[in-house]
């Protein structure tokens, strides 16, 4: 069965400063992996996904992921955070036309 | 913004009573689904529906039930709420539920708290 794990639930990191959101699934066949964000008060928004051909995907906000085949991983990374970028993270992933699994989520807090 | 409003968006409730949310959506999407949300947990599908009274059970099914009479709406009901169904509820659309070329579109939630 497919899972999804996100190491850290809560990464602070002061504005301007790189930052990366760790997520690893577990699957035997092919998936589609997912980036949602979730800002206060607010439901889950779709940040950015990998569905096949490049391994490298970006956000219009400047986020950008990984698809690593080999270490089952889907990182997600930004050179500079800014303030605005405080929000929960979820790494999510399906197999085919499966439902989604969701991970547990990052909470991402960018201090001045 | 996909159109989907959500009611309540609070609720405080006590253990034992009857409660419905409700989800509605201006999109005309086929499938509709309810998850909440709890802390260590992240996102978990309670039920969905892939058509006006097509439903079927998510992994956290149990003390909940659905319906979907008509394509905008798609209700949730905890029979008898305990403590334990205290959360933030999202409901999501979709238009073809296959995540390939449809993402979910989530609402806003429902914070509810059973005392």
């Known amino acids: 069965a497919q899972s999804v794990t996100q190491l850290d639930s809560q990464v602070p990191v002061f504005e301007e400063a790189p930052v990366e959101l760790r997520c690893n699934y577990s699957?035997?066949?092919?998936?589609?992996l997912f980036w949602y964000v979730q800002y206060p008060n607010q439901g889950l928004q779709l940040l950015l996904k990998y569905l096949s051909g490049s391994t490298l995907v970006e956000s219009i906000n400047g986020f950008e992921a990984e698809f690593n085949k080999s270490q089952t991983s889907f990182h997600l990374r930004k050179p500079s955070v800014h303030i605005s970028d405080t929000a929960e993270y979820f790494c999510?992933?399906?197999?085919?036309?499966?439902?989604?699994?969701f991970g547990t989520g990052t909470r991402l807090q960018v201090f001045p | 913004d996909a159109g989907i409003t959500q009611s309540p968006r609070h609720k405080v409730t006590e253990t034992g009573t009857p409660v419905t949310l409700r989800c509605h959506q201006t999109?005309?999407?086929?499938?509709m689904y309810w998850y909440r949300q709890d802390p260590g947990h992240g996102l978990r599908l309670i039920h969905y529906?892939?058509?006006?009274?097509?439903?079927d059970k998510g992994e956290v099914s149990d003390g909940y039930s659905v319906s979907r009479s008509k394509t905008e709406d798609f209700l949730l009901t905890l029979e008898s709420a305990t403590s334990s169904q205290t959360s933030v509820y999202f409901c999501a659309i979709s238009e073809t539920g296959n995540s390939y070329n449809s993402p979910l579109h989530f609402g806003n939630g429902t914070r509810l708290t059973v005392t």
């Open positions: 999510a992933v399906s197999e085919g036309t499966d439902k989604l699994i």
């Open positions: 699957s035997s066949v092919s998936v589609y």
């Open positions: 999109e005309n999407h086929r499938y």
């Open positions: 529906s892939y058509g006006v009274k097509d439903t």
